[in-house]
């Protein structure tokens, strides 16, 4: 056998057939994909823990042991599948390795979408001929669709970018072609195994939910609106879609008020206070994406556009907050088990006192600083990532005029108002309320040691 890469990955996203995919290949005698060896809540498949011998907690330590491991196979072709979401520690080991063949698979965005909603609502992740498809239909909701398309476009930019600058050439597969026996046997030709005449794509598994989407969406009107609103994009004519989006264009806020503001808020600072001053002057104009906002600055001679700091501690304890109020139960027990943050469980944390909270935000600091440094396998969430890094995501698109501090809005947004032309500013609300703990001086040295990066840039000072 001749074999031009020792080794592959597929870069896929959820519901894109990269089940079916592995499937094919793992029938293909010497050819081995261990499914999704770095996906932050499983080892490989669903239910594993544990994956070439390696434990979540060892590879939490050290992925590039289970890397090794993977592609420590003589005489035979390993690979995985990586995610979007997937530990990012490895991406460039990956990616600057030429004997890693790499395989691109995407498929049409909306009906990603919706099949993931469809499997999370009927528990249904696989289908073979003798199971019966549980019928559902699911609500498109249009911010989670461009929220999700807008994290896969950033990430497969990423990919086809890393590939030019290296001088690598890809494998480009769609959805449809997963069942062409010509395409999987020209794709196994590609990867070395021009042994194999013919390769069938893998029988065990078919279509889900082979129905229009009219059928699968419940408000399908709304969905189509919704989606006519966009500027057209061809995901899966990779690498020709649109250019790259700031990372939070969509959500930016529009004042008419005067010669216009854009608001352009960071995730876990003073959002709600801001837009609420925002609609007191009058109507706001939201879910920007590039061509509508550049379109509404044209009608808006004179704009000023500004961005909101947050104190590092104050805005690592919202983060902290909506770890232990939301819905992320997943995400608590994954901080548990790995991250070395012990909370309590669910039903205990409305119950928390006042000192056991800051115990366990002590916990969550340290977290963040082995995040945001690149330490762990969870990818850098926008509620806690640093404010320097989303600033300069802005700029992608362009800086904002002004960088105000919450603690100062009150005098700072009467100046924003007038220099935007409006003559009798809203008055802002008080400051947002934090509990009187954060004031802890071993509080402060934990955020500054997760935070220095803004610290150093946005002079904070130690105290919020």
Aim: proline fraction near 7%; aromatic fraction near 10%; hydrophobic fraction near 40%.
């Amino acid at each position: 056998m001749t074999q031009h890469f020792r080794r592959f990955v597929i870069f896929a996203e959820m519901r894109t057939g990269s089940n079916l995919l592995e499937a094919t290949l793992n029938a293909i005698k010497r050819v081995t994909c261990f499914g999704e060896a770095f996906n932050p809540y499983m080892m490989g498949w669903p239910d594993k823990d544990e994956l070439k011998g390696i434990t979540m907690a060892e590879r939490e330590a050290d992925p590039h042991r289970l890397l090794a491991a993977i592609f420590d196979k003589p005489n035979h072709l390993p690979g995985f599948r990586y995610f979007h979401d997937h530990d990012p520690r490895v991406f460039d080991a990956i990616i600057e390795d030429r004997s890693c063949a790499k395989i691109v698979l995407t498929r049409n965005p909306v009906d990603s979408y919706v099949s993931t909603a469809l499997a999370r609502a009927t528990n249904q992740w696989k289908l073979n001929e003798t199971e019966t498809p549980i019928p559902a239909a699911v609500r498109f909701d249009g911010a989670e669709f461009r929220q999700a398309v807008g994290a896969i476009e950033e990430f497969q930019v990423r990919v086809m970018h890393r590939l030019q600058v290296t001088g690598q050439a890809a494998f480009w597969l769609g959805y449809e072609d997963l069942r062409d026996a010509e395409v999987m046997t020209g794709l196994l030709h590609w990867l070395g195994r021009t042994d194999l005449d013919r390769v069938e794509p893998a029988s065990d598994q078919v279509p889900q939910n082979p129905r229009e989407l009219s059928e699968k969406v419940e408000n399908f009107d709304e969905m189509a609106a919704e989606l006519a609103r966009l500027d057209p994009f061809m995901l899966r004519r990779i690498p020709n879609f649109e250019p790259r989006k700031g990372p939070a264009v969509p959500s930016f806020l529009g004042s008419g008020a005067g010669r216009g503001l854009v608001f352009m808020p960071v995730k876990g600072g003073p959002t709600g206070s801001v837009t609420g001053w925002l609609r007191r002057m009058g109507p706001i104009a939201e879910d920007f994406n590039q061509a509508s906002l550049r379109q509404w600055k044209r009608q808006h001679v004179g704009h000023r556009s500004f961005t909101v700091l947050r104190h590092p501690l104050l805005r690592a304890w919202r983060a902290f907050e909506s770890l232990i109020g939301g819905g992320n139960a997943e995400l608590r027990d994954l901080m548990r088990r790995i991250h070395r943050v012990p909370l309590p469980p669910d039903q205990d944390l409305a119950g928390l006192d006042q000192g056991r909270k800051a115990e366990l935000l002590a916990a969550f600091l340290d977290f963040l600083r082995r995040n945001l440094n690149g330490q762990t396998t969870l990818p850098t969430s926008p509620g806690w990532a640093s404010q320097s890094e989303l600033l300069a995501g802005f700029a992608r698109f362009g800086a904002p005029d002004m960088v105000l501090r919450e603690a100062d809005l009150p005098r700072d947004l009467s100046w924003l108002a007038a220099s935007a032309g409006i003559g009798a500013a809203a008055d802002f609300p008080g400051p947002d309320a934090f509990p009187d703990f954060l004031d802890d001086q071993d509080l402060r040295a934990a955020a500054k040691k997760a935070y220095l990066r803004d610290y150093v840039a946005f002079g904070f000072a130690a105290r919020p």
